[in-house]
């Protein structure tokens, strides 16, 4: 059904428009992050699209592509009730320097998935009113969600306490089996990256 | 307190183990509990202190919500990293002689949250008496810990305890799919 927003959009942005897709109504077009506010204001306020909900805002990392992060964009009308997921591909090899405009302005809810964002995968908003780390501490370095970022590494607030402290064993395997969970981490007993950081 | 009152002369200080019995069984019926809910778990704590289950039977049910007033710390689900600061204070907020229990798996264990995010086992933050496994634990388990723990203060020790997991009595008799394929006999036999 949005088939004809994707023309809409091809029509209007032309070379802009990187790439589409579109699949039993789940319609996606990746588009040049440079345009990324002014490709968000039209298809809010053009009367043929009218998106007025923003959905979602969320990234993702794929570390063999260049540029690395996608940011993704879900957007909804209620009033012709068709949607579209926008993607825009931003950041280097290592993710850094990831940066695209805010849509804030255009859609308030956008506020807390553009921190979440940054928080997660490092991406920059520009022109975001407050863009501090929304579910992460201000002391956590790095980006969790990074596929790059090592999956036992943890940074704890406070120090923990140390064995002979306690006088009992602290560090425990995690309560699944070899064949559950994932393959890393405190299942293997390579609890060492648990305590003080995913360097092993 | 108890080691202050011994008879003059008297070696194996008798009134001072009597005093201290006493003191643990008036302790262990008197428990005022701070809950620390942070998770999924709360669910079932509230099915706990309900009429159902009811943990006023064992003298633990009055919650305050001042660590001052407090004596058993509660830790009822997750703690994140971020978490980490307050459950430490609120702990160090309580007088002594204090406990705490670890209800489920996540405060015992950091339960399946293998990441970035959660404290594994909030020992590596206070001092745990028991740990109550389970995701979440029947209110039945709770309760088991909840008597190991007043075991504990009546007897002094202070030495970590784990509840062992209940047989549950509606599937004692099955036997699991994968058993009865292979021909094992279903246990039941009229
Ligand atoms: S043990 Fe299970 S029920 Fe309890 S907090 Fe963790 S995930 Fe939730």
Known sequence: ?200 | MGELITLQGSEQGFVTTRVNDLLGWARKYSLFAYPFVTACCGMEFMALASPRFDISRFGAEAPRFSPRQADLLWVVGTISQRQAPVLRRIYEQMMEPKWVLAFGTCASTGGFYDNYTTVAGIDKLVPTDVYIPGCPPRPEAVIDGLLLLQDKIASGDRTPGVVKPREDPVSRDLVPLRKKREGAPTGRTS
């Open chain 1, 1 to 200: 059904m949005s088939e004809r927003l994707l023309a809409k959009l091809r029509e209007r942005f032309g070379a802009s428009v990187l790439e589409t897709h579109s699949h039993l109504g789940d319609d996606t077009a990746v588009v040049d992050p440079a345009r990324w506010k002014e490709i968000c204001a039209f298809l809010r306020d053009d009367p043929a699209c009218d998106m007025q909900m923003l959905v979602d805002l969320c990234g993702a990392d794929y570390p063999d592509r260049t540029p690395r992060l996608e940011v993704v964009l879900h957007l909804y009308s209620i009033a012709r009730r068709h949607r579209l997921r926008l993607k825009a591909r931003v950041g280097d090899e290592d993710a850094e320097g990831a940066e695209i405009d805010s849509v804030v302005d255009l859609w308030q809810g956008a506020n807390w998935f553009e921190r979440e964002t940054y928080d997660m995968f490092g991406v920059k908003f520009r022109g975001h009113p407050d863009l501090r780390r929304i579910l992460m501490y201000p002391e956590f370095e790095g980006h969790p969600l990074l596929k790059t970022y090592p999956a036992n590494k943890t940074q704890p607030l406070v120090a923990y306490r140390t064995e002979e402290e306690a006088g009992v064993p602290l560090e425990k395997l995690a309560p699944f089996g070899d064949d559950e969970g994932m393959s890393f981490g405190r299942k293997n007993g390579d609890a060492t990256g648990d305590a003080t950081n995913g360097e092993a």
